[in-house]
């Protein structure tokens, strides 16, 4: 061979070396992991004076304050994750907590509270506002609330649960690297060690391109390759939190309650003539009390001689208080502590003073701004009722999603008996004219209600009245609701021989006079029995009646057969 083939194949094997060489580095800075790292305050980015919350497995998009040596919440967050027992009046700068039998109360910024009135405190500052928010210390949040939480710093944060039951995990077989995204190339935030226990993020275990993304037992969160990682195995975290018991001041019989309409003190002396006719009635509640100022007080009918004849028939007295007073601003009055207090000490000193079992709570003008402060207020009365002995029942509209404000559930938790007034399906304002209460919307308000309230607390209101509607070509001129006995006379005198309407579980009427049409569905005993019916399968407390006077005695048969 001669001396430049020679030199050809050297310069050939050359340069095949040095692509080769080249190829080689380049694969391998393809195929190494990178192993620049991440400082972790730089990952998460936190402030000084903010925490990073971590809830159940996952970052929460608000940041937690972290001043005074303590970690607060923002008050939306505890209530609506956490525990909805927190009221903040922002009139009165106060915190409020309560319990079956305490009121927790703390002013804004202070380090004290008191419980039932005697005085506790803490290290730091039980709340605080911030740009107009309201943060409440994580300490005081855990005393009354079923959650865990554990803080870290460097950087701050707080890792929460409150949502119990199983979750996904896995531990590291191999010594390993938590990355910061789910590729070999991403920065490592941790070294890993074999055993490591990881939980995996929203209970998901592989990605696509072979890594998981978990969390740490101290709540840093990135991806691993599931190489490295053991097979995944479900583990239940529990709540060790003792829910606080609220005790039923309940009946042993079924309730029939009857609500009675006392208009002025002369008609508290027809109470025992009202009754007369009456059978099986448990309860009456008379309505006795109005809020008459946006202080929270009330004018009151109550008549000891009343409720002395109503207990001498074996009746027990639960006084009813209305919102109904157009002058009155209803929310200004649940919106404000000193109100609420002023409110619940008239009515609890006059239960008191006229030996009343109960208080039955018909507020109907709440609107949906109104709904935490009365259920707040709710709440409240239900500790000094449950203190004193006394009955606490709520009447409510029938369930439905532009009401639920109302908190049926916490109702039902919080007070003795939630009364579902299963009527005015059509009322005085109706577009169309319509059954009052048909066996349909009986059935649905029971339905709807059992989803929320225990069967045990829940009482079925009735109608013991129909309304007449009045129409002509344009529609409803006018309506009027009539007595039971007064709408069959109606029919009678009116020449009309109603029919069974098998779909509203009624019979139905129509006759024209004065060039106007007049319908009416009937309330009456075979209509009333099919409400009972259904109000017995579903077992519930019992059943309340508007009104007394209204209806014919022997509706009481019906009712009774059911009840007893």
Same mark, same amino acid.
């Given at each position: 061979?001669?001396?430049?083939?020679?030199?050809?194949?050297?310069?050939?094997?050359? /340069?095949?070396?040095?692509?080769?060489?080249?190829?080689?580095?380049?694969? /391998?800075?393809?195929? =190494?992991?990178?192993?620049?790292?991440?400082?972790?305050?730089?990952?998460?980015?936190?402030?000084?004076?903010?925490?990073?919350?971590?809830?159940?497995?996952?970052?929460?998009?608000?940041?937690?304050?972290?001043? *005074?040596?303590? !970690?607060?919440?923002?008050?939306?967050?505890?209530?609506?994750?956490?525990?909805?027992?927190?009221?903040?009046?922002?009139?009165?700068?106060?915190?409020?907590?309560?319990?079956?039998?305490?009121?927790?109360?703390?002013?804004?910024? @202070? =380090? *004290?509270?008191?419980?039932?009135?005697?005085?506790? @405190?803490?290290?730091?500052?039980?709340?605080?506002?911030?740009?107009?928010?309201?943060?409440?210390?994580?300490?005081?949040?855990?005393?009354?609330?079923?959650?865990?939480?554990?803080?870290?710093?460097?950087?701050?944060?707080?890792?929460?649960?409150? *949502?119990?039951?199983?979750?996904?995990?896995?531990?590291?077989?191999?010594?390993?690297?938590?990355?910061?995204?789910?590729?070999?190339?991403?920065?490592?935030?941790?070294?890993?060690?074999? %055993?490591?226990?990881?939980?995996?993020?929203?209970?998901?275990?592989?990605?696509?391109?072979?890594?998981?993304? !978990?969390?740490?037992?101290?709540?840093?969160?990135?991806? !691993?390759?599931?190489? #490295?990682?053991?097979?995944?195995?479900?583990?239940?975290? &529990?709540?060790?939190?003792?829910?606080?018991?609220?005790?039923?001041?309940?009946?042993?019989?079924?309730?029939?309650?009857?609500?009675?309409?006392?208009?002025?003190?002369?008609?508290?002396?027809?109470?025992?003539?009202?009754?007369?006719?009456?059978?099986?009635?448990?309860?009456?509640?008379?309505?006795?009390?109005?809020?008459?100022?946006?202080?929270?007080?009330?004018?009151?009918?109550?008549?000891?001689?009343?409720?002395?004849?109503?207990?001498?028939?074996?009746?027990?007295?639960?006084?009813?208080?209305?919102?109904?007073?157009?002058?009155? *601003?209803?929310?200004?009055?649940?919106?404000?502590?000193?109100?609420?207090?002023?409110?619940?000490?008239?009515?609890?000193?006059?239960?008191?003073?006229?030996?009343?079992?109960?208080?039955?709570?018909?507020?109907?003008?709440?609107?949906?701004? %109104?709904?935490?402060?009365?259920?707040?207020?709710?709440?409240?009365?239900?500790?000094?009722?449950?203190?004193?002995?006394?009955?606490?029942? /709520?009447?409510? #509209?029938?369930?439905?999603?532009?009401?639920?404000?109302?908190?049926?559930?916490?109702?039902?938790?919080?007070?003795?008996?939630?009364?579902?007034?299963?009527?005015?399906?059509?009322?005085?304002?109706?577009?169309?004219?319509?059954?009052?209460?048909?066996?349909?919307?009986?059935?649905?308000?029971?339905?709807?209600?059992?989803?929320?309230?225990? =069967?045990? =607390?829940?009482?079925?209101?009735?109608?013991?009245?129909?309304?007449?509607?009045?129409?002509?070509?344009?529609?409803?001129?006018?309506?009027?609701?009539?007595?039971?006995?007064?709408?069959?006379?109606?029919?009678?005198?009116? %020449? !009309?021989?109603?029919?069974?309407?098998?779909?509203?579980?009624?019979?139905?009427? &129509?006759? &024209?006079?004065? %060039?106007?049409?007049?319908?009416?569905?009937?309330?009456?005993?075979?209509?009333?029995?099919?409400?009972?019916?259904?109000?017995?399968?579903?077992?519930?407390?019992?059943?309340?009646?508007?009104?007394?006077?209204?209806?014919?005695?022997?509706?009481?048969?019906?009712?009774?057969?059911?009840?007893?």
């Amino acid at each position: 061979m001669s001396r430049k083939a020679k030199q050809i194949i050297i310069l050939v094997v050359f /340069i095949v070396t040095v692509i080769a060489t080249i190829v080689a580095i380049s694969l /391998i800075k393809k195929f =190494k992991p990178s192993d620049q790292v991440m400082d972790i305050n730089e990952y998460y980015q936190v402030e000084n004076n903010e925490a990073l919350v971590i809830l159940q497995n996952g970052i929460y998009d608000k940041m937690a304050l972290y001043e *005074d040596g303590a !970690v607060y919440l923002d008050y939306e967050t505890v209530v609506s994750l956490i525990n909805k027992r927190f009221y903040w009046d922002n009139n009165e700068n106060l915190l409020i907590y309560t319990t079956p039998t305490e009121l927790i109360k703390a002013s804004i910024g @202070s =380090k *004290d509270y008191s419980v039932n009135k005697n005085n506790e @405190s803490l290290n730091h500052p039980i709340s605080k506002t911030k740009d107009g928010m309201l943060y409440i210390a994580i300490d005081f949040v855990d005393k009354y609330s079923d959650m865990q939480y554990q803080f870290y710093e460097s950087p701050n944060r707080l890792l929460i649960q409150n *949502d119990w039951g199983d979750y996904l995990f896995t531990s590291v077989k191999k010594d390993t690297q938590l990355r910061v995204l789910d590729d070999i190339k991403s920065d490592i935030l941790l070294e890993l060690k074999e %055993g490591t226990k990881l939980k995996f993020v929203n209970n998901e275990v592989i990605y696509d391109n072979g890594f998981s993304k !978990v969390m740490t037992d101290d709540g840093i969160i990135g991806f !691993v390759r599931n190489k #490295y990682l053991t097979e995944s195995f479900y583990e239940r975290i &529990e709540s060790t939190f003792v829910e606080p018991e609220y005790v039923q001041t309940k009946k042993n019989t079924p309730i029939n309650l009857v609500w009675h309409q006392v208009t002025n003190q002369s008609a508290n002396n027809n109470l025992l003539s009202d009754l007369e006719g009456t059978k099986g009635v448990t309860t009456i509640s008379p309505t006795w009390y109005s809020i008459i100022s946006n202080d929270g007080s009330i004018s009151s009918l109550a008549s000891e001689a009343y409720v002395e004849r109503a207990h001498s028939q074996g009746l027990e007295v639960w006084g009813l208080v209305d919102d109904f007073n157009p002058e009155i *601003d209803i929310v200004r009055v649940l919106s404000y502590t000193s109100s609420r207090e002023k409110l619940i000490n008239e009515l609890i000193s006059s239960a008191i003073k006229y030996n009343l079992d109960g208080i039955n709570i018909d507020f109907e003008r709440i609107p949906q701004s %109104g709904g935490i402060h009365f259920i707040q207020f709710i709440r409240e009365l239900s500790i000094r009722c449950r203190s004193n002995g006394l009955v606490l029942s /709520i009447d409510n #509209y029938v369930p439905r999603e532009y009401s639920a404000y109302y908190d049926l559930e916490e109702q039902g938790i919080v007070a003795d008996y939630v009364i579902i007034m299963a009527y005015d399906e059509h009322h005085s304002t109706s577009e169309v004219s319509g059954s009052v209460a048909s066996i349909g919307f009986v059935k649905d308000a029971i339905e709807r209600t059992l989803t929320m309230v225990p =069967k045990e =607390k829940t009482i079925i209101g009735i109608p013991f009245y129909s309304r007449l509607w009045k129409e002509d070509h344009s529609g409803i001129v006018e309506t009027q609701a009539l007595a039971m006995t007064n709408a069959q006379k109606t029919f009678e005198v009116n %020449g !009309v021989e109603a029919e069974w309407d098998s779909t509203t579980g009624q019979y139905y009427g &129509e006759y &024209e006079k004065d %060039g106007y049409i007049y319908k009416m569905w009937l309330e009456e005993e075979e209509s009333i029995d099919l409400k009972m019916q259904a109000i017995s399968k579903a077992d519930v407390a019992g059943v309340a009646a508007w009104k007394l006077g209204l209806e014919r005695s022997e509706v009481w048969n019906v009712i009774n057969k059911y009840l007893n």
